[in-house]
């Protein structure tokens, strides 16, 4: 039996203090723009400080932006001897070197789950919300980086596709997805949970995505299977995978005295907190789905961020990148 991890709305909010109003609950577009100069002091790029979950030995193989070739000169002291063009210095017989620029653009797709199994929250914010946040931050830094940005936008019964740009329009259009289908979510939906969403979302990245992406991948990874990691793998190949595992406390420690609702994607059925031997049986299965996804750091070689819904995400983005103590 899967947790579903459906929140009512009662008990997200009654769980929810410092949020205030429906905060917590949703977003709105001002939130998502406010993230702009809070975005600072992480990166997704290759360089890392040592502190940092994407460097070393937790991280992918991290290509870093390429070099463009710019011009051949006369050798100056101090250039590296490995950048001798010897065909033209014997040629000239005067030693010359080329020079290389790096490659500035290195494009980012940022896949961003908004399925009725990230309606769930006990302390600071839903997951769709955190989800939300994150989407926004990762949108924001990249675009004052001066690279392009797309997004991937998904729910239980649609895909959103919109490919890099280098323009403020297109982070506002991301943002827009997010915030569309973020605010659509309820407690007392009729959709159904589609758990092939995030395949078909990791799919849409393979189409969009050439060589040497940055893709960030924002969920909880309900329904993650051997496909999913097969998709994760493919992407990897050739681009630089940042996983951010979304999570509530309650996905290690489920507290006794709250009902919650389980479900296999078609029965359901409500556990009540009282109900201890059920509640560890649909605890572990949750720290079982969790760890089967934090081992993609050593399976896989693609860093997992664990991003928890109680905790404000620019603090935990910026510890785990290491940019506190840069």
Not at 81 to 89: A, G, H, N, P, Q
Not at 195 to 209: D, E, F, G, P
Request: glycine fraction near 8%; avoid cysteine; proline fraction near 4%.
């Amino acid at each position: 039996m899967a947790t579903r991890d459906r929140a009512r709305a009662g008990v997200a909010r009654r769980q929810a203090p410092s949020v205030g109003g429906a905060a917590g609950v949703h977003v709105t577009l001002e939130d998502l723009i406010r993230m702009r100069p809070r975005a600072r002091g992480f990166s997704f790029l290759p360089k890392q400080p040592i502190e940092s979950l994407l460097a070393g030995r937790h991280a992918s193989r991290m290509r870093g932006r390429g070099l463009n070739f710019e011009e051949i000169r006369k050798y100056l002291p101090g250039d590296d001897i490995r950048t001798i063009d010897w065909k033209i210095t014997a040629r000239t017989r005067e030693t010359h070197v080329r020079v290389y620029t790096e490659e500035r653009d290195r494009p980012a797709i940022i896949v961003v789950d908004q399925r009725i199994n990230m309606f769930f929250g006990t302390v600071r914010a839903l997951k769709s919300v955190v989800a939300a946040e994150m989407a926004a931050l990762g949108a924001w830094r990249v675009f004052d980086e001066g690279d392009r940005v797309g997004a991937i936008v998904f729910n239980d019964e649609e895909t959103v596709e919109v490919r890099p740009q280098r323009s403020r329009r297109t982070v506002l259009n991301i943002l827009h997805q997010v915030l569309s289908q973020n605010q659509a979510l309820r407690a007392d939906s009729s959709v159904q949970p589609n758990r092939q969403a995030l395949n078909q979302a990791l799919s849409s990245v393979a189409r969009l995505a050439g060589h040497d992406y940055i893709v960030a991948v924002l969920s909880d990874f309900d329904g993650a299977d051997d496909e999913t990691t097969r998709l994760i793998t493919r992407l990897a190949i050739h681009n630089d995978v940042v996983v951010f595992l979304i999570h509530d406390p309650t996905s290690r420690m489920i507290p006794s005295g709250v009902d919650l609702v389980v479900s296999d994607g078609r029965l359901q059925a409500e556990v009540r907190g009282t109900q201890g031997k059920i509640r560890e049986q649909v605890q572990a299965f949750s720290e079982e789905r969790a760890a089967r996804i934090m081992d993609w750091q050593t399976s896989l070689g693609v860093p997992v961020l664990p991003i928890s819904t109680a905790e404000d995400p620019v603090d935990q983005l910026i510890r785990l990148t290491g940019g506190g103590r840069r």
